[in-house]
């Protein structure tokens, strides 16, 4: 059975073909075994891939192999979806981006091929300012509605700075993060290891958290 019926494929090919501007690079990290999703992960991106009409370039690389890709793109896990526009953006899927989520990979993909977000001016202007590292895990599950807005904002907040990482992790797939972070909810945002937050908050909400996690 195929994941994206032909509605949505249709409704799909005709968003790409109005809102993408650039061409959009994924990468995708998986594994034969061992890798509970990782097959439908990489249906979902060559479906795609071919609703794109030739503005998506995907990559597939085996996590065993490809040892050198994997240190550069501090790949820890699987499967793995990496999507650079013009910059080689750290927006970065850890699970299947399905359910929910889904929604989330299509905007991404848009904003990555425009390099540009839907941040609040004022918000953007504060998140270029950043100097230091910063690491956002969005801990999520594809059946949880308000998890794609945390989602968004991170990646976004990814493409706005190039010091800050923004991962999602589908933790039904990666249960010991979920045991490791206290995952009780969804959403579940991490910063840099020492602030959370848990639930849908507006973006001013996720500024203040990462100032308050680089001492700012």
Known sequence: MELI???????????????????????????????????????????LTELADGKIKLEIYEFEKEKELVEKYRINKIPATLVFGENEYKIRFFGI???????????????????????????KEEIRKIDSDVHIQVFVTPTCPYCPIAVHTAHQMAIENERITGDMVEVIEFP?????????????????????????????VILEEIKAALGY
Do not use: W
């Not at 991404?108 to 001016?121: C, F, M, P, Q, Y």
């Open 97 to 123: 981006p399905s359910g929910y989520e889904f929604s989330t990979l299509l905007e991404d993909v848009i904003d990555a091929s425009r390099g540009r977000t839907n941040l609040k001016e004022n918000i």
């Open 176 to 204: 010991h993060l979920a045991q490791k972070y206290n995952v009780m909810g969804v959403p579940k945002i991490v910063i840099n290891e020492t602030r959370e937050i848990v639930g849908a908050v507006p973006e001013e």
């Open 5 to 47: 019926n032909e509605e949505d494929k249709k409704s799909i090919k005709g968003k790409f073909a109005n809102e993408m501007e650039k061409d959009v690079r994924i990468l995708y990290f998986t594994e034969h075994y061992k890798c509970r999703y990782c097959a439908e992960t990489k249906e979902i991106l060559e479906t």
